[in-house]
């Protein structure tokens, strides 16, 4: 309980410096948060927030040499996935969200179920700089299946952070 204690003064005290200097505040945000690159369902900031409880900042990004598929299994449809394909690439969203989130987001992605799995992976925003990200990609897949209306409309609700050319593939995917 006392450590609890401290670490909570220590935060206040870290936040009452930083909110003086916003230049290293920003720092100490960019240190703190991890990059999650959303490819599928989650593109959807009103998804993400409902099962966050918050909305994190997001930014487009890009993977390259990865291809958008549906090959994740699922009784009602095919789900998201990413593949190695060179040359190809997949544009996402990429959100700033702290480790308790991730773990919040592997009970939706089915983490412990092996569903799907953590990975590493490296993505260019905007500028073209790279950024060290998680994915979740997923283990239980097969032959590509056509996505529910429902489930392509999540991904679409990113538009505004997706090229045009990008958001016209999506809206080609046939759905079921």
């Known amino acids: 309980m006392l450590r609890k204690f401290v670490e909570k ?31 599928g369902s989650n593109m959807s900031a009103r998804r993400v927030r409902h099962r966050l409880g918050w909305a994190p900042s997001r930014i487009s990004a890009t993977l390259q040499d990865y291809l958008l598929s549906f090959n994740k299994q699922s009784s009602d449809g095919g789900k998201a996935n990413i593949q190695i394909s060179p040359g190809d690439e997949v544009e996402g969203i990429l959100y700033f969200v702290k480790e308790n989130d991730l773990l919040t987001l592997d009970g939706y992605e089915g983490v412990a179920e092996k569903q799907y799995k953590r990975h590493e992976i490296e993505v260019m925003d905007l500028s073209g700089r790279p950024m060290v990200a998680i994915a979740y990609i997923a283990l239980n897949t097969g032959p590509e299946s056509r996505p529910t209306l429902e489930y392509l409309n999540y991904l679409l609700e990113g538009e505004h952070l997706l090229s045009m050319e990008y958001v016209c593939r999506l809206e080609e995917i046939s759905t079921i």
């Open 9 to 39: 003064q220590k935060t206040c005290e870290y936040l009452k410096f930083y909110s003086c200097c916003p230049f290293v505040f920003h720092l100490y945000y960019l240190i703190i948060m991890l990059h999650y690159f959303a490819y």
